[in-house]
């Protein structure tokens, strides 16, 4: 109801136009989101983030969840439990939505089961390396869709989509390939037998963590393959490697089908439905699951 039409407003690309919710619904959540787990471990008694061993200190099975914690957890498991739905029936479908979509299953997993049994301070600490990735990438992606309005070129939009890449890139590997590891992956695996030595769900928690570790290699390798595009000259200009994992090259020919370009996007779609394909923020793709 807000976001689509101020990109009519704006006179954003259809394409753009039809992409752009999902980015600024997920700007601001995250933003949100990551603002009160920050708040949580650096202005609170919490010292989670300077001492990760400290999540297990005390630790009893059936412990009361702090208010503050409880809040975070129901807002998460609340946004990833649409986030499934979303990665069906919403949201675009890219190349890797599938490894999204068990992202989205591991994560809920992880909050549901962490509260459940009380590792509630751990999850918050994961929470916060998170969410300040994909701030940083929407962000982006909002600049990418907003540098061609109503047909004229905004270079602003374009370097601050430059600059937010690099950011995005840094920022994944400190947070999610370094931190993560120093910290989460450190504590759940040692310091969490240390503090409980019969501590249990030990190995569940921690090859779910381990598969999360896994997951954001794999994204990291797309951003790597994005700085080598436009290092080597492949691209000219930042764009989602990870997109629509469908062809829309076909040419039109006199005695066949017509397959409209994408400046049609009403016909496009009337002959979209008629061929069995998903018509999602108003892009069709062909969902392969």
Excluded at 119 to 135: A, K, P, S, T
Excluded at 184 to 191: F, R
Excluded at 224 to 232: D, P
Excluded at 243 to 249: L, M, N
Aim: glycine share 4%; with cysteine.
């Amino acid at each position: 109801c807000l976001f689509q039409p101020l990109g009519r407003w704006c006179r954003l690309h259809p394409r753009d136009a039809a992409k752009m919710p999902e980015s600024a619904w997920k700007l601001l959540f995250y933003t949100g989101s990551w603002s009160y787990s920050t708040y949580l471990l650096f202005c609170t008694h919490y010292p989670f983030f300077h001492h990760p061993p400290s999540v297990f200190h005390d630790w009893k099975s059936g412990m009361e969840v702090p208010r503050d914690i409880a809040i975070a957890y129901l807002i998460q498991a609340s946004f990833y439990g649409h986030a499934i739905y979303a990665a069906f029936y919403m949201d675009t479908w890219r190349k890797d939505s599938i490894v999204m979509l068990v992202h989205h299953i591991i994560t809920l997993v992880l909050i549901s089961f962490s509260y459940a049994f009380r590792y509630h301070n751990i999850g918050i600490l994961v929470l916060f390396l998170h969410d300040i990735n994909d701030i940083q990438l929407e962000f982006t992606k909002l600049n990418v869709y907003f540098k061609n309005r109503g047909g004229v070129y905004h270079r602003l939009n374009d370097v601050v989509s430059n600059i937010g890449c690099g950011s995005f890139a840094v920022s994944w590997f400190w947070f999610r390939l370094y931190w993560f590891p120093l910290k989460v992956l450190y504590a759940s695996c040692h310091s969490s037998l240390q503090s409980v030595p019969n501590i249990p769900f030990y190995f569940f928690f921690n090859i779910l963590l381990l598969t999360l570790t896994l997951m954001n290699i794999y994204w990291f390798l797309y951003i790597v393959l994005l700085a080598l595009k436009v290092l080597t000259g492949q691209m000219n200009e930042v764009n989602d490697v990870r997109e629509y994992d469908i062809d829309e090259s076909q040419p039109e020919d006199e005695g066949q089908p017509v397959v409209p370009d994408k400046k049609s996007p009403d016909l496009h779609s009337k002959n979209c439905h008629k061929e069995g394909k998903h018509l999602r923020n108003g892009i069709v793709k062909s969902k392969r699951l």
